[in-house]
């Protein structure tokens, strides 16, 4: 059974940074890609950020220029570094990772992140 466990949440102000991470218990290369995806109070589900097997990114255009995804492929871990929190940013942000195997989706825990104004 796959796991993703997402730490690095937090509350922070408005123009603040926190550096997320998932560490997946499978190799990084077990997945076609990794992602993160957060939930505010009453929203949908929306992609931030994702990165391929390939190291290809894209984002979000909410937050392009603000957030980074990046990995660490001895560490099987995947990163979010946020920068130039917004209130609006505040969420429950997913880790999301495709098996290549079997083609299933996992999903981490969550971890809430707060950005107060």
């Known amino acids: 059974q796959v796991q993703l466990v997402e730490s690095g949440g937090g509350l922070v102000q408005a123009g603040g940074s926190l550096r997320l991470s998932c560490a997946a218990s499978?190799?990084?290369?077990?997945?076609?890609?990794m992602g993160w995806y957060r939930q505010a109070p009453g929203k949908q589900r929306e992609l931030v950020a994702v990165i391929t097997s390939g190291g290809s990114t894209n984002y979000a255009d909410s937050v392009k220029g603000r957030f980074t995804i990046s990995r660490d492929n001895a560490k099987n871990t995947v990163y979010l570094q946020t920068n130039s929190l917004k209130p609006e940013d505040t969420a429950v942000y997913y880790c999301?990772?495709?098996?290549?195997?079997?083609?299933?989706?996992?999903w981490g825990q969550g971890t809430q992140v707060t950005v107060s104004s």
């Open positions: 499978e190799s990084i290369f077990s997945f076609k890609n």
């Open positions: 999301r990772a495709v098996f290549r195997a079997t083609m299933t989706t996992y």
